[in-house]
């Protein structure tokens, strides 16, 4: 299995490499089921929020790829990023107003989002919704992007 992730991050490189697009978000894919809890596709969130695992180079390779993918207007990568930010990991606390904001992107609600919203105000949470849904797809989102991943 690990002899074909490989193989495919390969390949999706190489894709964004001549802006295939897709292929940001399928590095996204890639990079989240290697930190563990967001595996499968409809929807594409965990049970819980338990902190992602992995190695902090994966971790980093997945908020980079699934903000890609986020900022582009791909929902998958928007639920998956929010999913993210909700998880954080052994070096990234989780940051619930980032992930309520991308959970809140998509015209769907995902069910995920019900996890993440008591750990905020109602009134936070009704100002990051309203920044969710005013935000266009190709902007900046109101807060700053995820970090690049290190050397």
């Known amino acids: ?10 390949w999706f490189r190489k894709s964004v490499a001549q802006d295939f697009r897709a292929a ?3 590095l996204c894919k890639l990079f989240t089921r290697k ?20 190695t902090s180079q994966d971790v980093n390779e997945a908020f980079n790829w699934c903000g890609k993918a986020a900022e582009r207007g791909n929902v998958e990568g928007e ?11 052994s070096e990234i606390s989780p940051d619930f107003e980032k992930a309520c904001f991308w959970l809140s992107v998509p015209m ?44």
């Open 24 to 26: 940001e978000a399928n």
């Open 79 to 89: 639920q998956r990023l929010g999913a993210l930010y909700a998880k954080g990991s």
């Open 108 to 151: 769907r609600t995902p069910p995920f989002r019900a996890k993440v919203a008591p750990n905020l105000t109602l009134e936070k949470r009704a100002d990051i919704e309203k920044q969710a849904h005013e935000w266009k797809p190709g902007t900046r989102p109101p807060f700053a992007p995820p970090a690049p991943p290190g050397p």
């Open 35 to 54: 930190v563990d809890g967001l595996d499968g596709t409809n929807p594409p969130l965990p049970d819980t929020i338990a902190p992602l695992k992995g």
């Open 1 to 10: 299995m690990d002899k074909d992730l490989a193989e495919a991050e390969r």
